[in-house]
């Protein structure tokens, strides 16, 4: 009876395949199985964060503070955190070196050094030191307060995100400290001198959901920032406009085709026109932008309005992105502020 089997230099091509195929696809598997949990641990933190803001909310203990600290004191109360760096010790809580910033160019490394108050946050007008926390799951974070912040104990729509700017990384101290990977943030236009990401030659902050204002205080502040009109009760877009500091640092139409043009791998998309349904959107480098997506897509404000009932947005979808306008009491969209 004749007998069978493989040669051993067939076995040994074999086995080359195989390691040649693992050596390819490994990498790739682990760099998306790290994304993931990355991605996980930013969506449960900010979510507990939202939910504790919104308690100091309903409790009134949301406003009025002149400090970062006294802030922090309060929040440690709703979100618990072991520990508390003054501003002359922020790095015991945070690393020494960051590297930040996605789009056109590549994350710069940032010497932690040197970020010590919200202007280094890209709030200029909030004038408040940086604190440094560590969270119970293992988060560290740097904190700035918008002495600004207003709280609406009646209101189940605030999130108090406007209240504060906070870079936060999920792995803690461990590598790689890098934007869009483990570092994350909110209402963090720039890091020192560095963008959040650029994007033809324009420098964008970190993408967030706006809070809205009512008539009555978008009234009091459209002329300083350039909204022609004002009526929702709960006016999202004009939320947009006050968070970023006017209408000039909110992003234009020819902007958000830049960002459309990147998340979607093309350079065709222009201003004010409807693109697909040939398109493909890149999900992963939306998510290194910082965007937020909901169900595969995500919509983002422009700086026009058109009447004090609606504002203009950009839909970016899994195939097309259309350029269309909304009632903006919508809680849909988000806002990217621009930097200097």
């Not at 710069?108 to 030191?129: L, P, R, Y």
């Not at 918008?146 to 990384?169: E, F, I, K």
């Not at 720039?190 to 967030?208: D, S």
């Not at 909110?250 to 085709?257: F, S, V, W």
Request: with cysteine; net charge negative; aromatic share 10%.
């Amino acid at each position: 009876m004749k007998k069978t089997g493989f040669t051993l230099a067939e076995v040994l091509i074999t086995l080359g395949i195989i390691g040649v195929v693992a050596a390819l696809t490994i990498p790739t598997l682990v760099s998306n199985y790290k994304q993931r949990a990355w991605d996980t641990a930013a969506n449960v933190f900010e979510k507990k964060l939202e939910e504790s803001l919104k308690t100091m909310n309903t409790q009134q203990t949301l406003a009025g503070y002149r400090n970062t600290a006294d802030f922090v004191n309060e929040l440690s109360k709703h979100f618990k955190i072991t520990r508390v760096c003054k501003n002359d010790d922020l790095l015991t809580c945070f690393e020494d070196k960051v590297w930040w910033g996605a789009g056109d160019a590549e994350p710069e490394e940032v010497n932690m050094a040197e970020i010590k108050t919200a202007s280094n946050f890209g709030q200029e007008d909030w004038d408040t030191d940086i604190i440094g926390v560590q969270f119970a799951n293992g988060t560290t974070g740097l904190v700035a307060y918008n002495p600004d912040c207003s709280q609406n104990p009646y209101s189940n729509q605030v999130t108090g995100t406007s209240c504060l700017a906070l870079l936060y990384d999920t792995d803690g101290f461990k590598t790689p400290n890098t934007s869009g990977k483990d570092l994350r943030s909110i209402n963090v236009s720039k890091l020192g001198r560095n963008c959040a990401f650029e994007l033809g030659g324009t420098c964008f902050g970190t993408p967030f959901y706006p809070e809205p204002i009512t008539p009555s205080e978008c009234e009091k502040i459209k002329g300083k920032l350039g909204i022609n009109a004002c009526g929702y009760a709960n006016d999202y877009w004009a939320g947009a406009v006050k968070a970023c500091g006017g209408i000039s640092k909110m992003p234009t139409p020819e902007q958000l085709a830049d960002i459309a043009n990147y998340v979607y791998n093309t350079s065709g998309i222009g201003a004010k026109e409807t693109s697909g349904p040939n398109l493909t959107l890149d999900t992963e480098k939306a998510s290194k932008l910082g965007i937020t997506l909901v169900g595969g897509y995500f919509y983002i404000w422009s700086n026009e309005e058109s009447s004090n009932i609606y504002a203009y947005y950009r839909y970016f979808g899994p195939n097309m992105t259309p350029w269309n306008y909304s009632h903006r009491n919508d809680s849909s969209r988000q806002t990217i502020c621009i930097g200097n």
